[in-house]
């Protein structure tokens, strides 16, 4: 990098200062949030539970509360509907998959209470165990609950990474994403098949794509030393897909320049990094604060991260829309850069 | 599988083919057409449709068959109890009160908390801590008349207020007192620097009826002052911004009822409407005395309540009518909750301190004075949601249990059942509910008209 491009790169940061992000010509799509995974579960279930519907729809209303109020921090009062639900449970025939439809609600909600109450080798075998019973059940036709499947991967990730198990936590995110992209089996539980993800819209997979890629990101932003192997993990070798939402094609995008800044960067992937923050909207704010740390990173190897640099990257992460959890770790790190220039030459 | 809940209060219809459904187990209301409520009757539940049958099953108008419903009710109080991350104080900083008003059970002495004692009870309160990670202290500043402790409070809450910082925690307090001290740098004093955020002032009817009963030891009258205060800071420019709520409790009993609405046009009069936080009656308890003897009748107190509470939607205020979930019915029932009086006694109950029938009762747990280990850990009253579960009291049947959490456990313990108004007259402010929302303004007016 010379002298005329790093004076490029600041101008163009500068300039994103100045501008609002850019409004999304369409709406952020997220099948998650509009409930079209429970709605999907709902109808599935009530053809095939009969009379047995209302109390299975009781039961999983049951550990809903429960799971709402693990988390807010009642956990006495999550036990105390897990109890209700689970004497209520004690009714259920064996019969239309009843016990098994019972546990797709009720092992997640345990799990999420016991990871809360910090019992995390109990909540990985109820994730485990949810695993396996979905499996069950894909094979009565229940196919949504493959997405379920991956929430659970998700979650075990989750408690790999507040465990500080940052590696397990990567490569399970990596075997989610792989599996999503590429179809490649997770090694875990069984009967996995890529025709059930398909039954379901494309944007469903585009949205839990954006979602478990936007949170490791964010926690990765906080493991700079290690996020590279983290990084592989998680997210190497995901540049070999075909978008099929625009989402998709930001996530692409992200992948692939994350993976150029990682390797010996040229100019041209630097700028299209800057691109990438001048042109996403909002949602993709994360990921922009990610792509903006390596860029820090290439700075700091040609040695160009001045305190006119760092006066603006500093702004702008307080401009983005990110947790502050993540703002303050970024920021915290951009001020160490400057505050010990050693690590300039690291 | 299923079962009408107990826990619930229908109305009569309240309009053509409709009447009002109030599920007390989540505090929800429904309004459901007479069709509906002879299915539900008939526990004809295939008869209505999964919709409905839904919402029903959301608010907990029908549960499980086989629930022993007392129990989940109280298996959930004892829980919220549990998760409950505020420690919660009391302290009574003098044993003086200005007022000698004939239903106060308390003996009122010149006696200020001294600064061993203090020092005790931030000890006592700092050895919480390790029991539960806390997120916010509170304390509540109570009588005698917690104003003439004044000073202890001003030594007291930074203290406190520090404690709270070094563990993370936020801290907030309240205050009840009888308002004659309360002058405005005092209040701003309250709430800018010792994290006051909710005052309660009595004011037992206008001048006439208060003043022969709040009066002095001396009886000199005190409503004048009183309201004079209350006037000040609630016109305060900035009153509102201040952040702290200001409610206005009016004791009643035989002698007085009459005058709460002529209290309740003075506030009106002086457009108080919007800026008292919570105006509410409420009915001479006994306290170690006789004073309820003199109380209205339960039925016609709820009655009245009716009454009161019209004229003061007349009026422009916006009453409470109907009652949220109450798990947790007062510090009794929590394990860390105390009260510490002027002398380092500890309680577990604010009723008990400077009231002398008490004295050497079980109520006093112990005195900071004699070594913080001395202080009993039996609670008598910390049984009370078991007791309620094991039939010891009528709760155990009532269907207003959980909005009204089962009322003063040391009142059931002396045989004087606490049961609050709402029990009584829950049907007609469920009408009057139905009558202020939308589906009901022509039969509010009606109402209104019926009253007037």
Known sequence: MNATVYTTIKNRLELLLNQRAPESTRPKADLIHQNIYADTLTELARTQTGTWWRPLNHLWAKYESGLLEARAGHLHLAEQYFQEAGEFKRNFPEQHYLPELAEVSALPAVAYLHYKQGYFAQAENELLASLDNDAVLLEQGYFILEYHRIQQLHNLARSCFFQKRMQDGARLIGLALRYMLYGQVPPLSYGWSEGYLQQAPWQLRSDMLWQLSAETAGVLLHYRAEEKVLFSEAFGHLTFWEPHTPDDEVLLEWFTLKELLAQVPSDEAVLRAVRFLDQQPAAFDVYKLSLLMSVVEVLQQYRYYTPEVHRILTTLVGTLQISPRNRQSCQLYLDSLIENPELLET | ?452
């Open chain 2, 1 to 452: 599988m299923f079962k009408l809940s107990h826990y619930l209060v229908i109305t009569e219809p309240v309009a053509a083919g409709k009447r009002v459904l109030f599920a007390t187990r989540t505090a929800r209301t429904l309004v459901i057409t007479d069709t509906l409520y002879d299915k539900l009757q008939r526990g004809a539940w295939d008869e209505i449709s999964d919709r409905v049958f839904d919402k029903l099953r959301t608010i907990e108008a029908i549960v499980p068959a086989a629930e022993r419903e007392v129990h989940t009710i109280i298996a959930r109080n004892k829980a919220t109890v549990a998760d409950g991350t505020s420690l919660y104080h009391v302290i009574q900083p003098t044993a003086m009160c200005q007022l000698g008003c004939g239903y106060c059970g308390q003996k009122h002495t010149k006696d200020y908390i001294g600064t061993a004692h203090s020092d005790l009870v931030l000890e006592r309160i700092a050895s919480k801590f390790s029991a539960k990670p806390y997120r916010h202290v509170e304390i509540a500043w109570f009588g005698s008349e917690p104003l003439m402790g004044w000073v202890q409070i001003r030594s007291l809450t930074p203290r406190i207020q520090a404690l709270a910082r070094e563990r993370g925690c936020t801290y907030s307090a309240k205050l009840v007192t009888n308002g004659l001290s309360l002058k405005v740098p005092i209040f701003l004093e309250l709430v800018q620097q010792h994290g006051v955020k909710s005052i309660e002032v009595t004011l037992d009817g206008t001048a006439e009826h208060h003043d022969a009963r709040r009066h002095t030891k001396d009886g000199l009258s005190t409503f004048k002052l009183i309201f004079q205060n209350l006037l000040a800071i609630y016109n305060l420019p900035n009153f509102k911004e201040l952040g702290c709520d200001i409610s206005i409790r009016c004791n009643v009993d035989e002698r007085n009822s009459e005058s709460v609405i002529p209290l309740l046009h003075l506030l009106a009069e002086h457009e108080l409407q919007d800026k008292i936080a919570y105006f509410y009656v409420a009915p001479i308890h006994a306290w170690g005395n006789e004073a309820h003897l003199l109380s209205l009748e339960k039925q016609a107190f709820g009655e009245q309540e009716i009454t009161w509470m019209i004229e003061m939607i007349r009026l422009g205020f916006t009453p409470r009518l109907l009652p949220s979930l109450n798990p947790v019915v007062c510090m009794s029932v929590t394990p860390d909750a105390e009260v510490f009086d002027a002398f380092g006694n500890v309680f577990d109950c604010t009723e008990v301190p400077y009231v002398e029938s008490y004295d050497n009762t079980e109520y006093i747990l112990g005195n900071v004075g004699n070594g913080l280990d001395t202080i009993s850990t039996h609670r008598p009253l910390l049984s009370f949601h078991d007791d309620v579960a094991d039939g010891k009291y009528p709760c155990t049947t009532c269907r207003m249990l959980p909005v009204c959490g089962g009322g003063c456990p040391k009142s059931w313990r002396e045989g004087m059942p606490p049961c609050p108004s709402n029990k009584f007259n829950i049907e007609s402010k469920l009408m009057l509910h139905y009558a202020l929302h939308r589906q009901g303004k022509e039969e509010f007016v009606a109402i209104l008209n019926q009253t007037a």
